[in-house]
């Protein structure tokens, strides 16, 4: 599985941008999909993640009621839906595939890893 993340850019705190993450090479509808991120000098950490029926999704606490994980598997994409910017926030924004889990949290769960889009908030 080829997994191709885009949507990254420059906004300022408060706005909104809308990550995409389509994959290529087999489907994803069997696979638990998740976003992670790494900002400058720390460790990637976890952020939303979406079951492979598109339910129970979950969040880290840093980002609940303002970031949003959906996928549309006819299209073989997944989306993470960012919105109240926080200077926080800037970082490179991962996606990732699960083959197992239902809804993994740890980067060990993961089999397939996209290139990474950066993402920048301004204050």
């Known amino acids: 599985v080829q997994l191709q993340a885009y949507g990254g850019g420059l906004v300022q705190a408060g706005g909104s941008l809308r990550l995409s993450c389509a994959a290529s090479?087999?489907?994803?509808?069997?696979?638990?999909m998740g976003w992670f991120r790494q900002a400058p000098g720390k460790e990637r950490e976890f952020v939303a993640v979406?079951?492979?029926?598109?339910?129970?999704?979950s969040y880290a606490d840093s980002v609940k009621g303002r970031f949003t994980i959906s996928r549309e598997n006819a299209k073989n994409t997944v989306y993470l839906q960012m919105n109240s910017l926080k200077p926080e926030d800037t970082a490179v924004y991962y996606c990732a595939a699960s083959g197992g889990g239902l809804v993994p949290v740890l980067e060990s769960e993961y089999d397939y890893w996209g290139q990474g889009t950066q993402v920048t908030v301004s204050s």
């Open positions: 979406i079951s492979w029926t598109g339910g129970t999704p």
């Open positions: 090479g087999r489907t994803l509808s069997r696979y638990a």
